[in-house]
C-alpha cells in the first residue's frame, strides 16, 4: 500500500450499503451495519472493508457499471484485484462522487 501523502487530496469519503473486495485468496465482503468505506483520492481510491484497507491507482483503476445497483472496480495485472459497491438507495450518489472527482464509470 502506498504512503498516505502519495494518494493527494481526499476529496470524498462514503459508506456504501454493501462492499466485497477481492484482492487474494479469500474475499472480505460486508454490509450495514458493519465497517465498510471508500475514500476518493486526487490519485486513486481506497476500499475499507472490516479494517482491511487496498488502495487501487487511478491509473489502473477500472470502474464500470454492472448489473442494477452495483459498481464493479478493478485494477492491478490482469484486473486480479476487485471491488463490488452495491447500494440499493445511493449508488447514483456514489457514481457521481466518482465522476466529480475525475474518475470514468462505464
Do not use: C, H
Request: charged share 20%.
Amino acid at each position: 500500500m502506498p504512503l498516505v501523502e502519495e494518494y493527494g487530496q481526499r476529496l470524498a469519503s462514503v459508506a456504501p450499503q454493501g462492499l466485497s473486495l477481492i484482492t487474494g485468496m479469500v474475499p472480505v465482503n460486508t454490509s450495514w451495519p458493519f465497517p465498510r468505506q471508500i475514500d476518493v483520492y486526487e490519485n486513486g481510491v481506497a476500499f475499507s472493508v472490516l479494517g482491511n484497507e487496498v488502495f487501487a491507482s487511478k491509473v489502473t483503476l477500472k470502474l464500470e457499471r454492472r448489473f442494477f445497483r452495483r459498481v464493479w472496480a478493478s485494477w492491478g495485472e490482469n484486473a486480479a484485484e476487485q471491488a463490488i459497491i452495491t447500494s440499493w438507495f445511493s449508488i447514483n450518489r456514489i457514481i457521481a462522487i466518482l465522476r466529480e472527482a475525475g474518475y470514468t464509470v462505464t
